[in-house]
């Protein structure tokens, strides 16, 4: 699953100044660029199966690490993590590459990312493509209401990870321990059979790791791929990524006067017909017609998880080819 040595070979890391600091980027093909924007709990190299292919289809494919993870900036107030500044970073990282506009991918966190740069500066991002999370426009009620009046007796993880060190300090001492079985808990060979405690809730008073399955990895992920995983993680600690969800409520704020606004550049979106991102969101697929007026393709995987590029990489990359070449 793993790419050959040679497409590793041909990537280049850099550095590129932007708002948090400095943003550090993998990039490999000349071409129309095509920006890469990685989720929870990740980093660019959740990319490490597109960049290739997409470079050899004749695009510059550029995967970042956002700001909080990997070799990037980690700004140290919890509220230097709102979209705005994330969507900021994104903007600067095109202007460094010396290009005016891109096309931006997304997976989980990152389609959300991908989704609100291109609704802000529609200028620079012309097109997006969104891996997992479907877009739902800014407005409706507030989040962290939404969020505390999920799960009855059991608390959201989304929640739970809202207090500054909680979550840390479930993580941080056994972070291959936690990641691996949060990367099994949403994929489609290894979550929770029906019936099965929900690993995205919490029992009062446990953690989250309580309900990940054990002792084993999913297909898609090697000891290899989880080492490297593991040590950026160990490297960086967790708050910079969990600080993206201590700002929803911010981000509810500060997008207030785009309340309801559709996407309207061409678009993609890739769910796994498993994922709870597309199960509970189905309402806002439906919604497509009215929020992605410029949707080009909507794929859902069936017997896929969360990790849509990773569990399923030459299918993805072939949605992913064939809309950029739609898009030419």
Same mark, same amino acid.
């Given at each position: 699953?793993?790419?050959?040595?040679?497409?590793?070979?041909?990537?280049?890391?850099?550095?590129?100044?932007?708002?948090?600091?400095?943003?550090?980027?993998?990039?490999?093909?000349?071409?129309?660029? /095509?920006?890469?924007?990685? !989720?929870?709990? &990740?980093?660019? $190299?959740?990319?490490?199966? @597109?960049? %290739?292919?997409? +470079?050899? *289809?004749?695009?510059?494919?550029?995967?970042?690490?956002?700001?909080?993870?990997?070799?990037?900036?980690?700004?140290?107030?919890?509220?230097?993590?709102?979209?705005?500044?994330?969507?900021?970073?994104?903007?600067?990282?095109?202007?460094?590459?010396?290009?005016?506009?891109?096309?931006?991918?997304?997976?989980?966190?990152?389609?959300?990312?991908?989704?609100?740069?291109?609704?802000?500066?529609?200028?620079?991002?012309?097109?997006?493509?969104?891996?997992?999370?479907?877009?739902?426009?800014?407005?409706?009620?507030?989040?962290?209401? /939404?969020?505390?009046?999920? !799960?009855?007796? &059991?608390?959201? $993880?989304?929640?739970?990870? @809202?207090? %500054?060190?909680? +979550?840390? *300090?479930?993580?941080?001492?056994?972070?291959?321990?936690?990641?691996?079985?949060?990367?099994?808990?949403?994929?489609?060979?290894?979550?929770?059979?029906?019936?099965?405690?929900?690993?995205?809730?919490?029992?009062?008073?446990?953690?989250?790791?309580?309900?990940?399955?054990?002792?084993?990895?999913?297909?898609?992920?090697?000891?290899?791929?989880?080492?490297?995983?593991?040590?950026?993680?160990?490297?960086?600690?967790?708050?910079?990524?969990?600080?993206?969800?201590?700002?929803?409520?911010?981000?509810?704020?500060?997008?207030?006067?785009?309340?309801?606004?559709?996407?309207?550049?061409?678009?993609?979106?890739?769910?796994?017909?498993?994922?709870?991102?597309?199960?509970?969101?189905?309402?806002?697929?439906?919604?497509?017609?009215?929020?992605?007026?410029?949707?080009?393709?909507?794929?859902?995987?069936?017997?896929?998880?969360?990790?849509?590029?990773?569990?399923?990489?030459?299918?993805?990359?072939?949605?992913?080819?064939?809309?950029?070449?739609?898009?030419?």
């Amino acid at each position: 699953m793993s790419p050959t040595p040679s497409a590793a070979k041909d990537r280049t890391h850099r550095m590129v100044p932007s708002p948090a600091g400095r943003t550090h980027l993998v990039e490999q093909g000349t071409g129309p660029l /095509v920006l890469l924007v990685h !989720g929870f709990p &990740e980093s660019w $190299y959740s990319w490490r199966h @597109q960049l %290739p292919v997409i +470079a050899a *289809a004749g695009y510059r494919a550029v995967a970042v690490d956002q700001r909080g993870y990997g070799r990037s900036s980690r700004p140290q107030e919890s509220a230097a993590y709102r979209m705005l500044d994330l969507v900021d970073d994104h903007v600067a990282v095109v202007h460094a590459l010396g290009e005016e506009s891109a096309v931006i991918v997304g997976h989980d966190w990152g389609a959300t990312v991908a989704a609100h740069a291109a609704l802000l500066r529609p200028d620079v991002f012309r097109a997006a493509g969104l891996l997992s999370v479907p877009y739902t426009p800014p407005g409706g009620p507030r989040p962290s209401d /939404v969020f505390a009046g999920m !799960g009855g007796d &059991e608390e959201f $993880y989304v929640s739970y990870f @809202q207090e %500054p060190g909680r +979550a840390e *300090a479930e993580i941080e001492p056994d972070v291959r321990g936690w990641l691996a079985g949060f990367y099994a808990a949403l994929s489609a060979d290894t979550m929770p059979g029906p019936g099965a405690p929900d690993p995205h809730f919490v029992s009062r008073g446990g953690l989250l790791r309580d309900r990940f399955p054990a002792g084993k990895l999913p297909g898609w992920l090697d000891e290899r791929e989880l080492d490297f995983y593991a040590g950026e993680f160990e490297r960086t600690g967790l708050t910079g990524a969990l600080n993206r969800y201590r700002n929803m409520d911010r981000d509810w704020a500060d997008l207030a006067d785009h309340a309801g606004a559709p996407l309207t550049q061409p678009s993609l979106f890739v769910g796994g017909g498993l994922d709870a991102s597309t199960i509970w969101l189905a309402d806002a697929i439906k919604a497509f017609p009215d929020t992605l007026p410029g949707l080009l393709a909507s794929h859902v995987l069936d017997g896929c998880g969360h990790w849509v590029q990773q569990e399923r990489p030459a299918e993805v990359n072939r949605i992913l080819t064939d809309w950029l070449a739609e898009l030419a």
